[in-house]
């Protein structure tokens, strides 16, 4: 591809500075305020959500931090516990680009840097008939599974690939509930799909033998 330039516009930094946040003792770390899982500042009656966090730029992100944060202030006022929590870690993203792309939980890189042992399983989307009788053989498309080698748990799943972030929804819930590997090869996937990639690759993890693919 050709271009005279590229022009690289996203990310946005937290409003700090002019409404007193500093001022007022909220504890800002990164340029952010600080929040628990509940969103609870170090302030008491105080909650923050969404970008001015530093957890998540993404929309429905800050969707669910609005949700647990009310759950919390509803339970606060009825001196409840809310057991509703905001996980950044499951949170999935997408990116609408040609083809596609969209992941969630830890890449490669970050789980070997945490000091996880891990298994990286990869897939082409060339195994699913439907993916390739709508957009050919050839096609860009692949699933990348992240494992802890010990417990089979998953640590991230990504796709590249024709309808990635109308798939990787089922990852996060995946990954937000914990659940090893087997729970994807378990799992009926509608025939025929291009989510059936995922499946496949979960069973790739279980023949590969403990061995990066």
Not at 96 to 120: F, N
Not at 182 to 188: C, G, I, K, T, W
């Amino acid at each position: 591809m050709e271009a005279d330039i590229i022009l690289l516009s996203v990310g946005r930094k937290a409003n700090i500075e002019d409404w007193g946040a500093k001022e007022s003792g909220l504890d800002i770390k990164n340029r952010a305020i600080a929040t628990d899982d509940r969103m609870r500042t170090n302030l008491p009656g105080i909650w923050a959500i969404g970008d001015v966090t530093g957890k998540s730029q993404l929309a429905h992100a800050a969707y669910r931090m609005a949700e647990v944060a009310v759950s919390d202030i509803l339970a606060d006022q009825n001196a409840q516990h809310s057991d509703q929590i905001f996980v950044a870690e499951t949170v999935p993203w997408a990116l609408y680009s040609l083809p596609e792309a969209a992941g969630v939980g830890l890449t490669e890189q970050d789980a070997r840097a945490k000091g996880y042992d891990i298994q990286v399983v990869r897939m082409p989307y060339n195994v699913s008939g439907r993916f390739v009788a709508e957009n050919g053989f050839s096609a860009p498309g692949s699933i990348k599974i992240i494992i802890e080698k010990s417990s089979e748990r998953l640590l991230g799943i990504h796709l590249l690939g024709a309808y990635a972030s109308e798939q990787i929804w089922g990852a996060a819930l995946a990954l937000e509930r914990k659940l090893p590997i087997s729970a994807l090869r378990n799992m009926v996937f509608p025939h025929p799909t291009v989510s059936e990639v995922i499946r496949e690759a979960a069973w790739s993890v279980q023949a590969s033998g403990g061995t990066d693919q």
